[in-house]
């Protein structure tokens, strides 16, 4: 006879494997290019960099498809040196230009790790982009806490901008100058201010989460911009992740971007919007194309440019159909970037799962979140992503957002 205890057991275990099978049943079947005989032998050689000259002429302007790099050498120096000459053409730091290196005592700068990555990338002949001149986190021990608003707005802010960009010169495509400012619970109609003050982070407050007031206006960001705009020849770019659909985060966006051209003169021909894009293969949690496209073209109206800056996508079980659903993701991304007219930058984040700062068991389902598996092995992904870039440079259609699945997007 059966216990109860075997029961409850026998029954658990039903709910979990039924649970299970409505997790698989939400990752659909995808349509991907590489099913296609003729660009799956295309994509072999996942040779990308041969193809971005062809993509550039037929965006009529640079297009940087990159990825990150930290100083110096990783531990896989050789493997990805061979990536940032053949996969990849851009780079940018993924910690090393941050307030917290670059000035870890007041006025004491410490250039030599973020200018190693700029000279890193010359050497691969890839172009290099600034991450970031400020941002709450990630900062020296001599701040938060230590300064007053005016000395932040006046003095501390300028210093710290201008000496980093002139640091590294002219050869940049961009600067993150203001890195995610703006609250994850922001509501609609909110203006600027209010989606800054609603993130309760520092410098509004004296410490992140913290209830005493530090600067009570957006002055902070525009000492940033406005150093910025002074030395910075490559785009100004607003910053942040969980944007890009239709919602009120991105609402805030776009009243923060119109805050600056009218508070701080800058033009909206200098600035960019970066989607960092931390997203996940699992519906809810990455922006659908056509509202990444809807947003991208509306940038596009008042003349700012939308860049992918920090692109990796974690997957629920590393298994075909997932690893299909991402594959598909990141190509209707790179897809709403290649066609729009004013997204020229594409970055991932992290080059391999195992150097990635999402890691399994940290609620981002298997994490797997890279382009490349933890051995450093190429995945369907890594050849979709070569065969839409064959496919834009040969002059083809936009095509279908292959995330919808068969049903709806069928490729060839
Ligand atoms: O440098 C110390 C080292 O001395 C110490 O031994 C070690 C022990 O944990 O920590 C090292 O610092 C780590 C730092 O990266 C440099 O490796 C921090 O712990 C770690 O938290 C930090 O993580 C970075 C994270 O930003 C910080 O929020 C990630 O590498 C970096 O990928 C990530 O990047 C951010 C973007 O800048 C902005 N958008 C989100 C994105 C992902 O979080």
Redesign the pocket.
Known sequence: MTSPSTMVAFSLSIVVTALAALAQAQTPNVSLLIDDPYYYDLAQSLDVRSLLPFVSLRKGAAFHWGS?Y?YPAAAEANWTSEKFSTYWGHIVA??DC?WYATEPERQDFTLSACEGVSQYAAEHFATFRG??TF?H??LPAWLPGNVTASDLVNNVIPTHVSTVIKSLGWNVTSWDVT??LISDTATYNMTSLECVLNADRWPTVTYDGGSTPLVTNLSFAYAAWRTALMYDPGKLVY?D?STGAQDAKTECVFQLIADLNINASIPYNRMGVGF?S?VGAQEGYYVPKAELETTFARLAALGVDALVT?MDLWIQANDTINQRYQAAIWGDYLDACLYASNCFEFVN??NRDDTS?ITPGDGHGVAMATLFDMYGNPKPVTYEIMARFARYAEGAAEMCATALGTESCTVY
Do not use: A, I, P, R
């Open positions: 990150t930290s993924e910690n941050k991450h970031n941002w986190n990630q890195n995610e910053n992740y960092q931390h920090e984040w992290d700062w």
